[in-house]
Structures are given as structure tokens and as C-alpha cells.
């Protein structure tokens, strides 16, 4: 039995709290909601983020930071990517001794186009740097708290730190594999939530399989230029953390990437569309630090570029997909 605090009580961190509890350790989960805290403890669920599902008894939850840091040597970072430096700042400023930081996060910081790995090891004291890693693939929240089979990837810079993670989620029903490419897996985890917007747009309008098909196919090939210019493997954007995220959230109705853009594309504003989800749109966030980015590399993503536009100047959802579909003539190569 190992002690593990998960910081964040969303649907995420909740079903990885499961995972960690099914695999008999001594799980706390950390958070900033009263309710949501009492809910865990007393009802052994969380309703708000995922419903109708029993928590495993062992989980216990708290609203204390210190008791949290002070629980375990082994941190799973489950906040939105907007959260990352001020909870893992406030870690480093109570932590003492190494601990192992595994995020569960997909974005990039608008502005300064960090990786959340990078974020975390600008924020935390060196003295208590014990690695840093993420967990990424095809991992919806809704099916992992039930139990249906699902497989991600684990990275790290250090492979012992890669290792011992999979050994601390693997079991019966979540299958975890190890990846030494860090940049690729947190470039393909972040960038597929654009594609995710997009295509569910492309629904909204009623455009069908074709349009969808082709759109997460070439989404995927600006993933992988921004990525290989980035340093990432172009392999890795072949598996689960590439093409295997990009496949669940551009095609399942519990990708919240997804309900966005779909409300998009039947004609809601993009404040209208965030309101009704009442939940963290990580996309839309990324697809800003990536239209940057891509200027910065001198990488071509128009389907980055068009979404860009159309959450961030107004510009008609309809438009941007004759823009695309009117592009000059290239070999699919380029």
C-alpha cells in the first residue's frame, strides 16, 4: 500500500482516485468545494462531476492543503491547466522532502506556450523535485469510474519515475503503458482538445462522417508538424496518447471538447456554450497558445488557425469551413 494524495476533485481525479483505491492504497483527495469534500467523505460520491457512481470507501477527501502535501510523497496533479502553478506553488511552499508530481492534465499555457510539465517544474522548489510525469490516452472519466476497459500512456523524463507510475494504476480494467517521449505525449494530450472543438462543430452543422473523417485526419497532421518542430517523436502521435486520444474526444458525447463545439456549430456564442457547460473547456484555452505557437515554429495549421478565428473574432462558424475547404491545391504530404 502506497500513499497517494490526488489534487482535484473533478470527474478526472475522481476516477483515478478509484483506480489507485481498487489497487488497495491509501488514497486522499484534495479540494477547494466544502460540499463536494463532504460528499466524498460521507456519501462516497461525486455527483456534480460524476454521477450516480459509488467512490471506493478507502477514499477520504480534504480541504486542508497541509494534510493533504503531508499525506504522501506521491502527488496526482488532477487541476485544470489555469490551476497548475498556484496549486503546485502552494505545495512547494508547505512540501518537505521529495515528491513524485504525475499530472493528468492536457493544455499548454496561453502566453507563455509551457507544458503543464514545464509548469510544474517552474513552480515547485528543486529540493522537492522527485520527478515529474503525465498520464495520457483515451481515458474518459464516465468509463473509467465504471470500470470498462481503458489504456493510457505514462511519460517521464526519468524512467524509473515512468515505471513506477504504471505500476501504481495498472489493474484489470485500466492498462497503463510506459512512453519516454514527454513532449509528444503532452503536445498530442493538448492539441487533440482543438480538434475535439472542431469536430464537434462539424457535427453541429450536420456535415456527417465524411467531414469528421477528414478533419480529425488532417487535425492530426498539424499536431504532428507542431509537435515534431517542438521535439516530440512523430511516432508517439500514432498511439495513445496521439491518434488515440484525438479518436475518443473527437467522436464521444462525454468529451466536453466536444458538447462545446457542438453547441458552436448549432449557433451558440462562444460565452453562451461555456456557461452551459459550467465545466472547463480546456480547448479553448489551447487553441489560443497554439495559434501562437504555430507562428512561432512557422508551422502551417489552418484548422487551428480557423478555430481561432472563430472563437476569438467573432468569425462565422460557416466561414471558416469554406476557408478551408477553399484552400489552395497541395499534395496531402505538405
Known amino acids: 500500500m502506497t500513499n497517494i494524495t490526488v489534487f482535484g476533485t473533478g470527474s478526472w481525479g475522481t476516477a483515478l482516485a478509484n483506480v489507485l483505491a ?42 486542508d492543503l497541509k494534510d493533504a502535501v503531508h499525506h504522501a510523497s506521491i502527488f496526482v496533479i488532477a487541476v485544470p491547466t489555469k490551476a497548475i502553478r ?4 502552494h505545495i512547494s511552499e508547505v512540501a518537505d522532502g521529495k515528491k513524485m508530481f504525475l499530472h493528468v492534465s492536457k493544455g499548454i499555457e496561453p502566453k507563455t506556450f509551457k507544458r503543464i510539465s514545464e509548469m510544474i517544474f517552474e513552480s515547485i522548489d528543486p529540493k522537492i523535485n522527485g520527478g515529474i510525469s503525465v498520464l495520457s490516452g483515451p ?13 493510457v500512456s505514462v511519460s517521464s523524463e526519468n524512467d524509473e519515475v515512468a515505471k513506477l507510475a504504471q505500476d501504481l494504476f495498472m489493474t484489470d480494467y485500466f492498462r497503463v503503458y510506459t512512453n519516454n517521449d514527454l ?4 503536445i ?13 462543430i462539424t457535427d453541429g ?20 508538424r507542431l509537435g515534431v518542430k517542438m521535439g516530440a517523436d512523430p511516432m508517439t502521435f500514432l498511439g495513445l496518447g496521439g491518434i488515440g486520444d484525438l479518436i475518443v474526444t473527437c467522436t464521444s458525447v462525454h468529451s466536453r471538447n466536444w458538447k462545446c463545439g457542438n453547441m458552436l456549430g448549432k449557433g451558440a456564442t462562444l460565452n453562451e456554450a461555456l456557461e452551459e457547460m459550467n465545466m472547463v473547456v480546456e480547448g479553448v484555452r489551447t487553441t489560443e497558445a497554439a495559434y501562437y505557437l504555430a507562428q512561432e515554429y512557422n508551422v502551417e495549421m489552418p484548422i487551428t488557425s480557423g478555430l481561432y478565428r ?14 478551408l475547404m477553399g484552400r489552395d491545391k497541395k499534395s496531402e504530404n505538405i
Open 22 to 63: 481498487d489497487n488497495d492504497h491509501n488514497v486522499l483527495m484534495w479540494g477547494k468545494t466544502e460540499e463536494t469534500i463532504n460528499e466524498i467523505n460521507t456519501e462516497h460520491s461525486n455527483n456534480k462531476y460524476l454521477k450516480n457512481i459509488t467512490i471506493n470507501e478507502t477514499i477520504k477527501a480534504t480541504l
Open 183 to 186: 513532449i509528444g505525449i503532452e
Open 86 to 89: 498556484e496549486v503546485t506553488s
Open 139 to 151: 481515458s474518459h472519466a464516465e468509463e473509467v469510474a465504471i470500470k470498462h476497459p481503458t489504456t
Open 205 to 224: 452543422l450536420n456535415y456527417g462522417d465524411n467531414a469528421k473523417a477528414a478533419l480529425i485526419t488532417r487535425g492530426l497532421a498539424e499536431i504532428t
Open 188 to 200: 498530442g494530450g493538448a492539441l487533440k482538445n482543438i480538434i475535439a472543438l472542431a469536430a464537434g
Open 310 to 323: 472563430v472563437l476569438f473574432e467573432d468569425y462565422p462558424v460557416e466561414e471558416g469551413v469554406k476557408d
